[in-house]
């Protein structure tokens, strides 16, 4: 079973199944077609394999619907706050609305159903007594999504170590999913150069340098070989690994880092 599966468990039997993907997609308020367009720039096909858990939804898109979600929380917590410190009627809070999906984007919300649910968060965060009132025009503060606060994530470094750089650079070639890469990019670990209509190549850069040395624990398989080595010590270039048997291999980093495996 996919380690991205839930299970529903009713009276001790399995009553239901859906992918941790489905469930944080649905909880952003986003369709599949929403998901893959506004969220992760990827086929719509693809979104619905995930929800279904035909296929694992790979870390990364994971990780875009979690931010998401702490996103949208976010900017209900904010707008309440705004509102509460603007309103001028004692008790009664004014809160503007978006009137289509092209207005909510405009406001950094991948659809009107996301920004509805942070509106939602916002109510909730009012006093109990409180007379709330929902507009869609007027000179009021508008509700709007907070930039992401990327964090790199263990799946950030597994792309980055996978990715075969030749003289500081990783060509992709063709109409392939980029997602992942723009990810780095985002976080500074790499910068796209577009060499064709169809092939990007990706320069690391001196923070992906970084984040790409070598770690005690990743693990090293070399071409036309079948043993899986594990790093057990790192001391400034020099690498010392060890093998299923216990025997142990030197070797340079700067020689090894393109023969990285996820073990």
């Known amino acids: 079973m996919s380690p991205h599966v839930l299970q529903s468990i009713t009276t001790g039997s399995i009553d239901a199944m859906t992918s941790v993907y489905n ?50 929380h976010a900017a209900g917590i904010n707008y309440a706050e705004v509102i509460k410190k603007q309103s001028t009627e004692g008790n009664t809070f004014v809160l503007r609305i978006a009137t289509s999906d092209d207005d909510a984007r405009w406001n950094g919300f991948p659809s009107l159903s996301a920004q509805r649910l942070a509106l939602a968060i916002a109510i909730s965060q009012l006093p109990d007594d409180a007379d709330i009132r929902i507009v869609d025009r007027g000179i009021l503060p508008v509700l709007k999504l907070p930039p992401p606060v990327l964090t790199p994530t263990e799946t950030d470094r597994k792309v980055l170590m996978s990715m075969k750089f030749d003289r500081g650079i990783f060509l992709t070639r063709g109409n392939v999913n980029r997602r992942k890469f723009e990810r780095l990019e985002e ?55 060890v093998d299923a048997e216990g025997k142990k291999s030197q070797a340079l980093a700067g020689d090894i880092d393109n023969c990285w495996i996820d073990a």
Request: hydrophobic share 35%; charged share 25%.
């Open 187 to 241: 976080l500074g670990w790499v910068k796209h150069v577009s060499v064709s209509l169809s092939d990007v190549a990706y320069h690391i850069t001196e923070k992906g340098r970084k984040a790409r040395q070598i770690k005690i624990g990743d693990h090293f398989h070399f071409p036309g070989n079948d043993v899986i080595y594990r790093v057990t010590t790192v001391r400034g270039d020099n690498v010392i690994l």
């Open 23 to 72: 469930l944080l997609r649905e909880a952003c308020g986003i369709s599949q077609a929403e998901a893959a367009e506004h969220v992760h720039g990827t086929r719509l096909d693809t979104v619905k394999s995930w929800s279904s858990d035909r296929r694992p939804a790979p870390g990364w898109a994971i990780n875009h619907l979690q931010s998401l979600h702490r996103r949208i």
